[in-house]
């Protein structure tokens, strides 16, 4: 398997304790992108960007920035994997949207885009960010389902694992 990085944005600490969780389980590097660099994007062939979901379907702050260099970069022949987070419970009809607009951004990249999650089990209203009826990476809730967390971890991983190579 090639190397990984793992880039995060992060306000509350939550998509930092994913981030660096999926990291540590893929042997991969992690990164804030909040101090990240196009050419520490460059450096790797397999990428996982994640980001939190704010207000009424924003990307998590820090990503402002950082979507200005992404809109400009060449991802030809990258693997890349996303995760999101969201409230399910407060937000149903914007959850993980963060996700659904980083798969906007990077879906006519030029890289591969793999991870894709059911929306079974979830109880999320949102319809917006599916894609073929799935969500375009890993949806997370650690504010009402911390508790599952772990288990869509793993299955997510045993999807994306065979892609890095």
Same mark, same amino acid.
């Given at each position: #398997? ?10 509350? +600490? ?23 660099? #196009? %050419? ?52 149903? /009809? ?15 990249? +030029? ?6 999650? /059911? ?5 999320? %209203? ?15 809730? %650690? ?23």
């Amino acid at each position: #398997m090639s190397k990984i990085a793992v880039f995060y944005g992060s306000s509350t +600490g939550n998509t930092e304790k994913i981030a660096k969780k999926i990291a540590s389980l893929l042997e991969a590097d992690v990164f804030d992108i909040g101090y990240s660099t #196009m %050419e520490r994007i460059h450096a790797y062939n397999n990428l996982i960007l994640g980001t939190s979901t704010w207000g009424f379907g924003d990307l998590q702050d820090d990503w402002d920035a950082f979507v200005a260099l992404l809109s400009s970069a060449k991802l030809d022949g990258k693997v890349i994997a996303l995760f999101g987070l969201g409230d399910s419970d407060l937000y149903p /009809d914007t959850f993980v949207n963060g996700l659904g607009h980083l798969y906007d951004l990077l879906k006519n990249k +030029g890289g591969k885009i793999v991870g894709f999650t /059911d929306t079974d089990g979830y109880h999320s %209203e949102n319809t917006d960010i599916l894609v073929d009826g799935r969500f375009p990476g890993l949806a997370l809730d %650690e504010d009402n389902e911390a508790n599952r967390s772990d288990q869509r971890i793993e299955k997510w991983l045993q999807t994306i694992r065979p892609e890095f190579v």
